[in-house]
């Protein structure tokens, strides 16, 4: 496999940590990845609102909120202990605790698989058995075929892959209604799609750290100049599927007025970066963050016009 180019020099293995309670502590909560966690969470709340076609019952949010956060801490746990040999190496994850030894990858995984059970307990018992059978799936998902069959083996690990982090909008919806319909699923490819320009933006900021690994992100193996294409081709199938949701959910003007703003605004941004990806390899000159962060809020404001248009329309 061919790599675009050179691997960044081997890094220096940080020396064993002495530890502070405190250090433990937070070494424990960086495991759940809290920022991933912020994100999943973003696309479940507001579905749960616009489920509830207004404010659904505080007490089943919380129970969905808490169920949630522990799937997903879990499902990062297990995805830090796998992958710890790639973390030593690469100088974006060398900091997290198993590389600094401050965990033992054994407490990690009891951990991890501590978390797992009880947040399905918590979705079970306080929610619904659809919500925690679907967080089971998810978390299953991403470490059992994620994690430890598409990272390493194929380019196409983060489109496949991603199907995880599409399961949160699935749950909110089944936590208030108890079942699936084709609302909660256009939601779902809302976030399938914007998987991976997301990740390969992030990935081309970091495919040195990817390649020394030899994990083969698209960005790795691919000239920036295709991923951008790829990223501008993905970036039109998320805003056309976005739109979607109006005439299969019925919403109020408000949600698809954002949806379009915010599909413009973002596609925008993506021809920008196809663009400046012309004949260079130079990231300071494609800069691929730009896209990541406009990426984060898109989704950001996306879901929250999902949860405003029924208050604002219904």
Not at 283 to 306: C, E, G, K, T
């Amino acid at each position: 496999m061919t790599y675009v180019g050179q691997p960044a020099s081997a890094v220096s293995q940080p020396e064993p940590a002495r530890a502070t309670a405190g250090d433990v502590v937070a070494a424990y909560v960086g495991l759940t990845k809290p920022r991933v966690i912020e994100l999943l969470l973003l696309t479940t709340v507001p579905v749960m609102f616009f489920a509830a076609r207004g404010i659904p019952e505080l007490g089943l949010v919380v129970a969905t909120v808490v169920g949630g956060t522990l799937s997903a801490g879990s499902a990062s746990a297990l995805n830090c202990v796998y992958d710890r040999d790639i973390d030593e190496q690469m100088r974006r994850t060398r900091r997290r605790a198993l590389p600094r030894h401050i965990v033992s990858p054994r407490a990690a995984l009891i951990f991890g698989l501590t978390l797992g059970v009880v947040s399905t307990v918590v979705l079970a018992v306080w929610v619904n058995w659809l919500s925690a059978g679907l967080s089971v799936l998810a978390n299953a998902f991403y470490v059992l075929v994620y994690t430890m069959v598409l990272k390493r083996r194929t380019t196409q690990n983060i489109v496949w892959g991603g199907l995880a982090g599409c399961f949160p909008a699935l749950i909110g919806w089944t936590a208030v209604t108890g079942a699936l319909s084709w609302v909660p699923v256009v939601l779902f490819a809302v976030v399938f799609f914007w998987t991976p320009p997301h990740t390969w933006a992030l990935a081309l900021r970091y495919r040195e750290d990817y390649a020394n690994v030899e994990v083969p992100m698209l960005p790795v193996v691919a000239p920036a100049r295709v991923v951008a294409r790829q990223i501008v081709a993905y970036s039109w199938v998320m805003v056309a599927t976005s739109l979607l949701l109006w005439p299969v959910a019925g919403t109020g003007a408000f949600y698809p007025l954002a949806a379009a703003v915010l599909g413009a605004v973002f596609l925008v941004e993506a021809h920008r970066m196809w663009r400046r990806s012309a004949g260079t390899e130079d990231l300071s000159v494609i800069q691929p963050m730009r896209l990541f962060h406009s990426s984060n809020l898109y989704l950001s404001l996306l879901f929250v016009a999902v949860a405003l248009d029924p208050l604002l329309t219904g």
